[in-house]
């Protein structure tokens, strides 16, 4: 179990890897050559490579996934299958994954912390893109005009 955020895992590995998103680290040694995200492992940048591949890419829309299970469960967003119910507002989801972080909406859950200034976020990935204000890193470089920014849809 993750001690930050009380997240279970089935085995050390996954809660090694969770636990990076607590941290604040100059660790990103790996770098995409197509996008200039970077990457605390070896394994990691070459999952994300197969979004830039297409090695899984969705016949129906297009969409890449970084592996097969994604794929599998990307493509059950073409079904209109959905499952899992929100309990407070009726509104439906494919993936369990989703009601969980949708339910956060109605709870004001935020598991997440920023450990430099308590901050607290409903996603890992929105504490993730925080972290940037703190160490001030800026990893999406403009070829055109040399600027810097902290996210990739700042570049864009």
Known sequence: MCAVCNK????????????KIHTVTGDNLYSCTQCEKRFSSQSGM??????????????????????????ARHRKSHSGEKPFECTVCNK??????????????HTGKKPFKCHVCDKAFAQAGQLSRHFAAHTGEKPYKCSLCNGSFSRAEHLQ
């Open 8 to 19: 279970r895992f089935t085995n050390k590995g996954n809660l090694t890897r969770h636990k």
């Open 46 to 71: 070459e999952l994300h490579m197969n979004f830039h591949s297409g090695k899984y890419k969705c016949t129906e829309c297009g969409k890449c996934c970084q592996s097969s299970h994604h794929l």
């Open 92 to 105: 439906r989801f494919t993936l369990l994954q989703h009601l969980v972080v949708h339910s956060r909406t």
